[in-house]
Nanobody, 129 residues
Framework: QVQLVESGGGLVQAGGSLRLSCAAS????????MGWFRQAPGKEREFVAG????????YYADSVKGRFTISRDNAKNTVTLQMNSLKPEDTAVYYC??????????????????????WGQGTQVTVSS
């Protein structure tokens, strides 16, 4: 069974940090572009960060640029989102996703949710003011 499982969410004060992890199982994700998305109550899901299979290309939403860092360890089939200087507006459920359809050699990193075909169940991040 192919799974993406997120962990590391929780409650943190504004200005604090959290480190989200996504563990993949059931198949190798080492050649997939990976992404993090989030969805706040009453809002649409939005792209947060993405990383190419080789980690040579990363993209960030403007709202998190300079505060969040995405990384991956292909040997461990994991992807991580380090979140620093958290703000109350970062409160959301965070989802990990993978794009298995795009040829890895393209280096393409999708930023649209519809381009990802595997999703985790999400982890709640709450930032108090």
């Amino acid at each position: 069974q192919v799974q993406l499982v997120e962990s590391g969410g929780g409650l943190v004060q504004a200005g604090g940090s959290l480190r989200l992890s996504c563990a993949a199982s059931g198949r190798s994700f080492s050649r997939d572009a990976m992404g993090w998305f989030r969805q706040a109550p009453g809002k649409e899901r939005e792209f947060v960060a993405g990383i190419s299979w080789s980690a040579t290309t990363t993209y960030y939403a403007d709202s998190v640029k300079g505060r969040f860092t995405i990384s991956r360890d292909n040997a461990k089939n994991t992807v991580t989102l380090q979140m620093n200087s958290l703000k109350p507006e970062d409160t959301a459920v965070y989802y990990c996703a993978s794009d298995s359809a795009t040829p890895y050699y393209s280096g393409y990193v999708p930023r649209g949710g519809r381009e990802y075909d595997y999703w985790g169940q999400g982890t709640q991040v709450t930032v108090s003011s």
